[in-house]
C-alpha cells in the first residue's frame, strides 16, 4: 500500500509539474507557436535580492521584442533574468 502512495505522489508531482511548464512557456499571443526570435533587446534596470546567509542575485529586466515564426506577429514583453552571486 505505501508504494502505491508514493507511486501515486510521483504521478502527481509530474502531472503538476508538466501543467506548470506548458502554462508558463512563452507563446505568440495571436497564434500561439512557440516558435518566435528575438528581434531586440533594451536592457531596463538591474537589482540585487538577498537570498540567504550571504548569497544575493542579480536581476536584469529588459523590455524584448519578439516576432513569431509562423504568423509574423510582432510583440514587445518584459524579461527578467536571474544570476546568483555568490
Given at each position: 500500500m505505501e508504494a502505491f502512495q508514493e507511486?501515486?505522489?510521483?504521478?502527481?508531482?509530474?502531472?503538476?509539474g508538466f501543467l506548470f511548464w506548458y502554462f508558463s512557456r512563452?507563446?505568440?499571443?495571436?497564434c500561439k507557436n512557440t516558435n518566435f526570435t528575438e528581434l531586440e533587446?533594451?536592457?531596463l534596470k538591474?537589482?540585487?535580492?538577498?537570498?540567504?546567509?550571504?548569497?544575493?542575485q542579480q536581476i536584469d529586466e529588459y523590455k524584448v521584442n519578439f516576432k513569431c515564426d509562423e504568423c509574423n506577429h510582432t510583440w514587445t514583453d518584459r524579461v527578467k533574468e536571474a544570476v546568483r552571486l555568490d
Amino acid at each position: 500500500m505505501e508504494a502505491f502512495q508514493e507511486t501515486l505522489a510521483l504521478i502527481g508531482f509530474a502531472i503538476v509539474g508538466f501543467l506548470f511548464w506548458y502554462f508558463s512557456r512563452r507563446t505568440c499571443p495571436s497564434c500561439k507557436n512557440t516558435n518566435f526570435t528575438e528581434l531586440e533587446r533594451q536592457h531596463l534596470k538591474t537589482y540585487q535580492k538577498h537570498l540567504s546567509g550571504s548569497d544575493y542575485q542579480q536581476i536584469d529586466e529588459y523590455k524584448v521584442n519578439f516576432k513569431c515564426d509562423e504568423c509574423n506577429h510582432t510583440w514587445t514583453d518584459r524579461v527578467k533574468e536571474a544570476v546568483r552571486l555568490d
